[in-house]
């Protein structure tokens, strides 16, 4: 999906739906009830400041579409807290993100508490009048991305091939329900927060830049929980799953390689490092990054020396040392690659 038909119908939802023809949601309402705390609009929707009595914090609503909408929670209670799950009583497909800290998912059919983990992905799918509830904990701060899709109601593809789509989701929703609970957890993932924590920055002085920012980054993360989705499904089918302490490794030696992209890293360096088999190691690299041990390497360095080029006084070959490569030549081919210009040149125009 380009980013221009991205753009187009985010136009076209501003155009149809402004800021004065969208209704505050009544799970907005619901939850103004419980937490106390004062509604304001915002660029596409609108926020609940929680009252100080009750804690710190807001919940946001964004309106992208009919029959899709996005919930980011930011909030630390001053008392235990338990609030529905669904944001209407209809069926949803619910795609949850924890940015940080944890909160438990409770299905009405079962009396368990599923925890909701830091940098983890989960999937559920909520009938129609079912009574889900999310359970939060006093002085715990909690930031999580909630992507609700109800999916006989999503339009955005009916210039597409519908029809598939709805099959996608219908056997998204088959799989969930054959699980032995109903909250499915996928892997850990860090593209989600890299994504969410980008949307953070994204600011402007113009309303509609901002509102762009936004409601097509929103569309990002949704793209990538769909990702996250099938990637977890079909390592799974492979019999390649990895154990949560193998991925909180993995992550672990993905900030390592960035914080020091000029050592010699190897897969079989960190194969070393950190206990793990190198076939396992590359699984997790794709799981969470979409990309090999070495292609991941690569891209981290690419970006330091992007940085280095535009905001400091090094020369080229000064950058290439400083990212841990020895050869000029090889550099300049893979940047040329990534940014389509020459180092050089990238830095002069600038």
């Keep these: 999906m380009s980013s221009f038909t991205i753009k187009n119908s985010i136009m076209t939802n501003i155009t149809k739906h402004g800021l004065s023809t969208i209704e505050i949601p009544a799970y907005l309402k619901t939850l103004q009830e419980l937490l106390s705390g004062t509604i304001i609009t915002t660029n596409g929707g609108f926020t609940l ?23 980011d929670f930011d909030i630390e209670l001053a008392s235990d807290l338990s609030i529905p799950a669904a944001v209407e009583d209809k069926s949803l497909l619910q795609f949850f993100y924890c940015l940080e800290g944890n909160c438990y998912y409770q299905s009405e059919d079962f009396e368990e508490y599923l925890p909701i983990e830091e940098l983890y992905a989960g999937v559920t799918y909520s009938a129609t009048g079912q009574e889900d509830r999310i359970h939060f904990r006093k002085g715990n701060r909690v930031r999580f991305n909630v992507m609700c899709l109800q999916h006989k109601e999503y339009g955005f593809l009916t210039h597409l091939d519908s029809t598939l789509f709805d099959q996608k989701v219908d056997e998204l929703i088959v799989f969930i329900n054959e699980q032995s609970k109903p909250f499915y957890l996928n892997g850990l993932n860090l593209s989600i927060r890299e994504q969410l924590k980008f949307i953070g920055t994204l600011k402007s002085d113009n309303n509609i830049a901002n509102i762009l920012y936004e409601h097509g980054g929103s569309y990002l993360v949704f793209g990538k929980f769909i990702e996250q989705f099938l990637t977890d499904t079909k390592m799974r089918s492979n019999g390649r799953v990895l154990f949560k302490r193998e991925l909180k490794i993995i992550t672990q030696l993905s900030d390592y390689i960035k914080d020091q992209p000029e050592l010699r890293h190897s897969i079989s360096n960190l194969s070393l490092r950190s206990g793990i088999p190198p076939k396992k190691l590359q699984n997790g690299f794709k799981l969470m990054h979409n990309k090999t041990v070495a292609e991941y390497i690569r891209n981290v360095r690419l970006e330091k020396a992007e940085v280095l080029l535009r905001t400091t006084d090094l020369n080229v070959s000064e950058v290439v040392y400083s990212i841990g490569l020895t050869s000029r030549s090889y550099f300049c081919k893979i940047f040329r690659d990534k940014y ?11």
């Design 340 to 350: 389509h210009c020459n180092p050089s040149d990238y830095k002069s125009n600038l």
């Design 49 to 71: 400041e929680l009252d100080t009595n009750t804690g710190v914090g807001n919940i946001s609503y964004t309106y992208l579409q009919k029959g899709l909408q996005c919930w």
